[in-house]
């Protein structure tokens, strides 16, 4: 009996030390206000000069999620770092969808990094919540930034209340990559602005044979069926909030594109990572991507051999979804100075015409895309600065990230065939526009 | 109130228990700070809705609970967590019983071997299952391509909504052998040699002497591992998390409760949520280990001290 006793207790211990559940970090930091920045500034050294001579040098940590612009993004901070000496940067890079819960767990644990990119999806939360410094007096006083060359629909995503959140950093548009090879070798006339579905359509037809799909038709929302959406005059949210997926346009379009795997003219792919392999590997001979995959596909030697892009095929109107990521503070940095003079140089003409050079995104500030353009002889990329014209805001709304990921999976079985197309849509609607009545 | 019993105490049983104290105190303490003490934290959040970013938690009552109960989701978790135990540990403790017994023996190279069933728990399991992922992939993993060379049809190891729980758990199985397998050595180099050595002047073969001798001698360990192996695979997330998105069409199948947690609190930031699934899970996993604990008396034999 006392053996029993020992086995239960030693039981219920390990059972214990093993299920380490999440707490809920109560936030301390509740009179912590946004507006802290004058208490914080002056822990902050007034001149960088002083810190340097000083010899004590400030480090900001600097977090973002995509490894391919990291490469180039460090050597902007080592120049800046040349120009200002006394500030460090520190990079930290989180792949796509861990540097959410990176950045939320920071957030509630009150270690934030000091500078970190903000995306459409999430600005409201961050934002709302006062978790991001206000940076509209900075941009007022500074006489490098100016919110005016920058398209304004991306200055739109980070106005909160009037007030400015982030500095526009860039833009992306998506294309429609192709694999010249094989269109030369089926004697296609390659893509381009007369395109139509129809020509998608048969183009994939022909291209599908000897285990190349001819098109790549993944379950994917901004790098694809976002894009068709648009194209057919459908919509993904309505201007009073409600969700588009019950709109008859919306799922003819979603019917089209579907019908791409149910053809067999695309493999089905679920994974985010599997897509890329699969253009990388010449499985598929065209596909939807970003224009921040260029690095990575520039890289490639497969890619940058067979590989070139145009602009995506219109059906009732030419679309192409178009976004933009912005640099944000920290609203408890303790380096605010330093970390506004990062984000300035880095939003300044300066800043956003080297990012270009260095071809690391296409830089939101005016005439910069240029630069951009020539940093890449090995694809057409100026098919992506002209895709603007027509671009569409990927869509957004308070809550995104939740309803965008409930809509991915509402319409799976319409991808696997397990339902049809309509339905899909239709639950999917449901579910988005329950996500959507729960935000305030 | 009485000072009595204090007197009855002698001053050197006293420094006895301080010491007693102090010395399991470092245990005791990160075992309230980092187990227990979330325990609770966990259970009180299940009863809010939680606000962004950990404030504004709003008071709900037992509603996430009745969400709960309504979830075919979390249902199908339950299933498919249970499936998962029920794949890994009988067969991940029958063959880490044979290559124990197996090991134990005097055979050529048994270090090298020991080490190579051993090296798997060592590895990273994010490592493993990115090297798992790249083997299982449908298009140009390696098994299905060594299956086509075969001339066999290919599968789809991690999409396939009625395999890929098995995938799964081969991966499980793999992992946990090597270590199951060193408990299961050390305890079977508890068991004295006379027995062995007495049964065979009576003329008992291998298999008998594993029946009768090793098998029933082995049990308190058995047991350990059964509990802890259940534990563990109660728990499955990094492998699943890894290798199946949300938007995996055997998403539905495969979700274990830990990584439904996982998505309800990080994915969908509903925290509360999460916190009443973790709830739930708790009270399976204890409801498993009470009943094992109640059944071992029915085969666990404790050999007689001294």
């Excluded at chain 2, 029920?86 to 063959?95: D, E, F, Q, Y």
């Excluded at chain 2, 050390?186 to 002047?201: D, F, H, N, R, V």
């Excluded at chain 2, 049990?219 to 728990?235: D, G, K, N, R, Y």
Aim: charged share 20%; aromatic share 12%; net charge negative.
């Amino acid at each position: 009996m006392k053996k029993t006793g020992m086995s239960m207790i030693l039981a219920l211990v390990l059972m214990l030390s093993a299920l380490t559940a999440c707490s809920g970090n109560e936030n301390k930091s509740a009179s912590e206000t946004p507006g802290g920045q004058s208490v914080s500034s002056s822990e902050a050294s007034p001149s960088p000069d002083n810190v340097a001579s000083g010899g004590e040098a400030v480090t900001l940590r600097f977090a973002l999620w995509d490894s391919n612009q990291a490469k180039g993004l460090r050597k902007m901070a080592d120049e800046f770092e040349g120009a200002n000496p006394g500030i460090k940067i520190n990079m930290e890079v989180t792949g796509w969808s861990d540097y959410w819960t990176m950045l939320e767990a920071s957030a509630t644990g009150g270690s934030l990094p000091d500078v970190f990119w903000m995306h459409s999806n999430e600005i409201y939360r961050y934002a709302s919540n006062g978790m991001l410094l206000d940076l509209t007096d900075r941009i007022n006083a500074s006489d490098k930034v100016d919110l005016s060359k920058f398209p304004e629909g991306l200055v739109k995503i980070y106005n909160f209340e009037g007030k400015q959140y982030a500095v526009p950093k860039d833009f992306d548009t998506i294309g429609l990559w192709y694999n010249k090879t094989l269109f030369d070798q089926a004697n296609l006339k390659y893509p381009d602005e007369s395109w139509t579905w129809d020509d998608l359509y048969n183009a994939a037809k022909v291209l599908t044979k000897d285990g190349v799909y001819g098109f790549l038709a993944a379950l994917h929302n901004q790098e694809g069926y976002y894009n068709f959406i648009y194209q057919n005059g459908g919509t993904v949210i309505t201007e009073d909030k409600r969700s588009g997926y019950d709109d008859p346009k919306t799922i003819e379009a979603l019917e089209f594109y579907v019908n791409f795997v149910r053809e067999g003219l695309s493999p089905q792919v679920f994974g985010d990572a599997e897509r890329a392999d699969l253009i990388a590997n010449g499985k598929v001979a065209m596909g939807l991507f970003g224009s921040w995959n260029l690095t990575g596909f520039t890289e490639n030697e497969f890619m940058a051999k067979n590989f070139d892009v145009a602009v995506l095929p219109k059906k009732v109107k030419q679309a192409s979804i178009y976004n933009g990521l912005g640099y944000a503070i920290a609203h408890n940095t303790k380096h605010p100075e330093e970390a506004w003079k990062f984000v300035e140089y880095l939003g300044s003409k300066e800043g956003q015409e080297r990012q270009a050079e260095l071809g690391i995104a296409i830089s939101a500030y005016e005439g910069a895309a240029n630069l951009w353009v020539s940093s890449n002889p090995t694809f057409n990329i100026q098919k992506f600065v002209d895709m603007v014209q027509y671009g569409v805001i990927r869509p957004y709304s308070n809550t995104t990230i939740i309803w965008e990921d409930k809509v991915n999976e509402a319409l799976k079985p319409a991808f696997t065939g397990d339902m049809s197309v309509e339905e899909a849509a239709k639950n999917a609607a449901k579910v988005m526009n329950e996500s959507l009545a729960e935000e305030k | 109130m009485s000072r009595g019993p204090y007197k009855k105490v002698s001053l050197s049983q006293r420094s006895e228990w301080y010491w007693g104290w102090f010395l399991i105190a470092p245990t005791m303490v990160g075992l309230i700070v980092l187990n227990i003490i979330p325990i609770f934290q966990t259970l009180y959040l299940s009863f809010f809705k939680s606000g962004d970013f950990g404030r504004g938690n709003i008071y709900v009552g037992l509603d996430n609970y009745r969400k709960l109960l309504n979830d075919p989701q979390v249902w199908h978790a339950v299933g498919n967590t249970l499936l998962y135990a029920l794949m890994v540990v009988p067969t991940g403790i029958a063959l880490a019983m044979i290559t124990a017994v197996l090991l134990n023996r005097n055979i050529k190279g048994r270090v090298l071997y020991r080490t190579i069933y051993f090296i798997p728990v060592v590895a990273v399991p994010a490592a493993v299952t990115m090297v798992w992922r790249w083997l299982y992939n449908s298009h140009y993993g390696l098994i299905n391509y060594l299956l086509s060379r075969l001339n066999f049809s290919t599968v789809n190891w991690t999409t396939d909504p009625d395999i890929a729980l098995a995938s799964i758990a081969l991966i499980g199985i793999w992992s946990t052998v090597g270590y199951n397998m060193v408990l299961l050595l050390a305890g079977l180099q508890e068991i004295p040699k006379t027995y062995y050595e007495a049964s065979e002047i009576d003329g008992a073969g291998k298999i008998r002497q594993f029946f009768v001798i090793t098998l029933p001698l082995i049990t308190p360990t058995l047991f350990f591992v059964v509990v802890t192996s259940m534990i563990q695979a109660l728990q499955v997330f990094d492998v699943i998390y890894m290798m199946i998105d949300v938007t995996n069409p055997a998403y539905e199948r495969s979700v274990s409760l830990v990584y439904l947690f996982y998505n309800n609190s990080f994915k969908y930031l509903n925290k509360g949520y999460g916190s009443a699934i973790v709830m739930l899970l708790l009270v399976i996993i204890m409801i498993v280990t009470v009943i094992q604990v109640k059944a071992q008396r029915k085969w666990v034999y404790y050999m007689k001290e001294g």
